[in-house]
């Protein structure tokens, strides 16, 4: 059983600037997952284990960065220039298939317990 560990969250002010963190042991693909109010789960942002390959949404090209440390077990989403919009719980989750869109929640075997980001205006 693979443990995810989010951290980072926070509320923040239209414009800022917040860092999510998440420990995962393991080789697989590592997304984040966001989900606001009353809406459904939504991609946000995937890296690959092995290339470093990343794939995001395009609400937040441009903005958002996803990275990740395997020495350190750790997957990065970095966010800048904070919108309301962006305000949900923010999750990781590990792909274990090599295949597959990175986008589909349902392809994704473990995920973290959510972390909340607020943007306030």
């Known amino acids: 059983q693979v443990q995810l560990v989010e951290s980072g969250g926070g509320l923040v002010q239209v414009g800022d600037s917040l860092r999510l963190s998440c420990a995962a042991s393991g080789r697989y693909a590592m997304g984040w997952f966001r989900q606001a109010p009353g809406k459904e789960r939504e991609f946000v942002a995937a890296i690959s284990w092995s290339s470093g390959a990343t794939d995001y949404v395009d609400s937040v090209k441009g903005r958002f960065t996803i990275s990740r440390d395997n020495a350190k077990n750790t997957v990065y989403l970095q966010m800048n220039s904070l919108q309301p919009e962006d305000t949900a719980v923010y999750y990781c989750?590990?792909?274990?298939?090599?295949?597959?869109?990175?986008?589909?929640?349902?392809?994704?075997?473990?995920w973290g317990q959510g972390t909340q980001v607020t943007v306030s205006s």
């Open positions: 989750a590990a792909k274990a298939a090599l295949s597959g869109t990175y986008r589909s929640s349902n392809l994704y075997n473990y």
